[in-house]
């Protein structure tokens, strides 16, 4: 037996959701540009979950579903209360879904519609739990959601308290849309380990919440971001990024496991980072990104991945820094949920083996007897 560290090139299941073939990225076979383009998250979610596209009547249902399940708990809100100011966003999601379970009558029933109700509740709740978070350690009360509008819509206008404009609007929902799904990456992945052995649809989608906040998953939005504060402006780009490759220190968002040749998603999120800094008359961040890609790119060969003009376009929504993980969270739970309910179709515990790389013919020594 011999290991493949990081599981480099193992296929480990089957899935009919998303794919990643020479370099093009699909979901249920459609490419990333055209839906990018075109699609509304909610029509992502529901070709996820359903495998087609949704016709008008069953669009306007999902969404009806998704308003009508967005609000949380009051018990969940009190605890929040309770958490330290301080918390780590991505830690305080976690705790959060993962007491939801707690208040869901249906949170063991395992049929096919049980899950998909959950699904629902767990994509329409996930955003209304970021935002009052954000709100409760500002001294805050949590917003109700609005019926009727979309989910970055609702997003935005629960963070702030005011109607959000639709530049905004549109420009969340495309990169909700970008970050959906994307085949078996390591936060869908924890997702269906946890589910194969027949647990809930809720200790997936917090083991998957725990595999996302990690920096070479999807904590890297926020280390972008860290990165770009840091360095401050477009002229000391070169000297820092020269340092960091010569120390051979990760540059944040850059590099994947699967493209070698660039991240399909990272081209509209570039635009869009470019269209958000003309129309707030702030091209720094921007404009630092594209020195840094020139470099990097230039120098290693890596190019950006979809978390590294995801930090500058946030920042133009003007949303707090350590709400970008969160946020890929909210698309995110899409896919995961999709990929939990594919895994119940066809389950079979996933239970790889280990190369043993330890000692052998050890001897038990009595605790008297050791040094
Ligand atoms: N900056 C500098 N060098 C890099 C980078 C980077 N961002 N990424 C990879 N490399 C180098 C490594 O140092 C290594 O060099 P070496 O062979 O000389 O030791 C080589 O490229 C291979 O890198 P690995 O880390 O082994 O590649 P792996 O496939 O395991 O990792 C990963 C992929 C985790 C994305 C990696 O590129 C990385 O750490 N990137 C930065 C973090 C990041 O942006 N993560 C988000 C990924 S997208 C997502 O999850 C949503």
Redo the contacts with the bound molecule.
């Keep these: 037996m011999t290991a493949t560290k ?1 599981l ?1 090139g193992i296929v480990a299941t089957t899935s009919s959701i998303s794919s990643i073939i020479d370099g093009f990225l699909t979901y249920r076979g459609i490419n990333i540009d055209e839906l990018a383009e075109q699609a509304s998250f909610e029509e992502v979610v529901y070709l996820l979950w359903f495998g087609k596209l949704p016709n008008e009547a069953e669009l306007n249902q999902l969404k009806q579903d998704l308003s009508g399940n967005a609000a949380i708990p009051a018990e969940v809100i009190s605890q929040m209360k309770l958490y330290p100011q301080d918390s780590n966003s991505m830690a305080a999601l976690r705790t959060a879904i993962s007491s939801l379970a707690l208040y869901d009558a249906e949170a063991n029933d395992m049929s096919r519609d049980a899950n998909v109700r959950k699904a629902i509740r767990l994509q329409a709740q996930l955003p209304t739990i970021v935002a009052a978070f954000a709100r409760i350690r500002q001294g805050q009360e949590p917003l109700e959601p609005k019926q009727g509008v979309s989910i970055a819509h609702n997003f935005l206008y629960m963070l702030t308290g005011n109607e959000p404009d639709e530049v905004a609007v549109n420009a969340l929902d495309t990169a909700l849309v970008l970050h959906a799904d994307h085949e078996l ?1 390591a936060s869908t992945f924890a997702a269906r380990v946890t589910v194969a052995t027949l647990s809930d649809i809720y200790s997936g989608i917090t083991s998957a919440i725990g595999a996302l906040k990690g ?4 904590g ?1 939005n926020e280390a972008v971001m860290a990165m770009l504060e840091e360095i401050g402006s477009p002229e000391q780009v070169d000297g820092y990024i020269g340092e960091q490759l010569d120390n ?1 220190v ?8 699967v493209y070698k040749n660039g991240d399909p998603r990272a081209k509209h999120l570039q635009k869009m980072s470019r269209e958000l800094g003309e129309l707030t008359g702030n091209l720094r961040w921007y404009d630092m990104s594209i020195k840094i890609e020139e470099i ?1 790119t230039g120098q ?1 060969g ?1 190019k950006p ?3 590294f003009y995801s930090a500058s376009v946030y920042t133009s929504l003007e949303i707090p820094r350590d709400l970008f993980t969160p946020i890929f969270a909210i698309s995110r739970v899409s896919g995961w949920a999709a990929h939990i309910l594919e895994q119940f179709e066809n389950n079979r515990l996933i239970r790889p083996r280990a190369e043993y790389t330890g000692p052998s013919n050890s001897k038990y020594i009595p605790l008297e007897q050791r040094s």
């Excluded at 920096?215 to 999807?218: E, R």
């Excluded at 990760?250 to 496991?257: A, E």
């Design positions: 990081g480099e990456n920096p070479l998953h999807g890297a051979k990760k540059i944040m968002g850059f590099g994947h496991r990097v290693k890596l991945n979809v978390d």
